[in-house]
């Protein structure tokens, strides 16, 4: 748990699809930063299906640096099954994961910790958002739907800068592979009644390889997937017990 500001144990994983350019300053930026916010902790690199040399990278990371694990999904599971896979190999009290592309600068991950004075889970939200005109309409208009649809009080639902308790992960079952991932996260932690706070975080524009989230394909996916998640967390939430959700928010 929270100790004034800082952690006992944390789990910091990364998402990495052909992230060859990106993923050794990630890793790097992450064991700055972790040993001056968790008393314990580990680094996961969660490779998925790089068709170039991102998996090599991982390994070589990991061979050299003991507090870091590789891990490598073969097939390529989607950004949906990256994100899982990070949640279920994660060991520590809290975990927190941003994207492996080093939009996000990771020396901002205490002002999520210092939320949790009176929260049970924290999120950033992205103060300028450095990406394309069509990406952001896309994510304005999807976070209105999501909002409306699940009563999620967060202003950038896809954000990829999120600290979670251990005990959400444990209690909840993620089923999303793609683009979904968060809005489910959320989703799930809003109807089993955990406080979520959000802080202001800097957004910088991708300096190598490319995004891969954004096609027709993906979208159209999302969100035939958010109607039939709407279903089963209203029928969810319906059989979850008092006490099981008192116990969530500790």
């Known amino acids: 748990?929270?100790?004034?500001?800082?952690?006992?144990?944390?789990?910091?994983?990364?998402?990495?699809?052909?992230?060859?350019?990106?993923?050794?300053?990630?890793?790097?930026?992450?064991?700055?930063?972790?040993?001056?916010?968790?008393?314990?902790?580990?680094?996961?690199?969660?490779?998925?299906?790089s068709r170039d040399a991102t998996g090599a990278i991982a390994d070589r990371l990991a061979a050299t640096h003991p507090e870091i694990r590789a891990l490598h999904n073969r097939p390529n599971r989607g950004y949906g099954g990256a994100?899982?896979?990070?949640?279920?190999?994660?060991?520590?009290?809290?975990?927190?994961?941003?994207?492996?592309?080093?939009?996000?600068?990771?020396?901002?991950?205490?002002?999520?910790?210092a939320l949790l004075t009176d929260a049970d889970m924290a999120v950033g939200?992205?103060?300028?958002?450095?990406?394309?005109?069509?990406?952001?309409l896309n994510a304005f208009c999807w976070g209105a739907l999501v909002r409306a649809l699940f009563g999620i009080r967060v202003r950038d639902i896809d954000c990829a800068f999120k600290l979670i308790?251990?005990?959400l992960i444990d209690a909840v079952t993620l089923e999303s592979d793609g683009a979904?991932?968060?809005?489910?996260?959320?989703?799930?932690?809003?109807?089993?009644?955990?406080?979520?706070?959000?802080?202001?975080?800097?957004h910088y524009p991708r300096t190598a390889g490319e995004q891969t989230g954004a096609n027709v394909r993906v979208i159209i996916k999302a969100f035939r997937e958010l109607f039939a998640l709407h279903g089963r967390i209203r029928r969810d939430a319906g059989s979850t017990p008092a006490s099981r959700t008192a116990a969530l928010r500790g």
């Open 125 to 136: 939200y992205r103060i300028d958002r450095a990406d394309p005109l069509p990406r952001r």
């Open 165 to 167: 308790p251990r005990r």
């Open 83 to 113: 994100v899982r896979r990070g949640l279920e190999e994660a060991r520590m009290d809290w975990v927190f994961f941003s994207d492996g592309d080093g939009q996000f600068d990771l020396a901002e991950l205490p002002k999520l910790i």
């Open 1 to 49: 748990m929270a100790s004034g500001k800082r952690l006992s144990s944390i789990s910091i994983f990364f998402p990495f699809y052909n992230e060859e350019a990106n993923i050794q300053q990630v890793a790097q930026a992450a064991l700055r930063i972790a040993p001056t916010i968790a008393d314990r902790f580990e680094i996961l690199l969660v490779n998925d299906g």
């Open 180 to 202: 979904m991932i968060s809005t489910e996260l959320l989703a799930k932690a809003t109807y089993r009644g955990l406080r979520i706070r959000e802080v202001g975080v800097h």
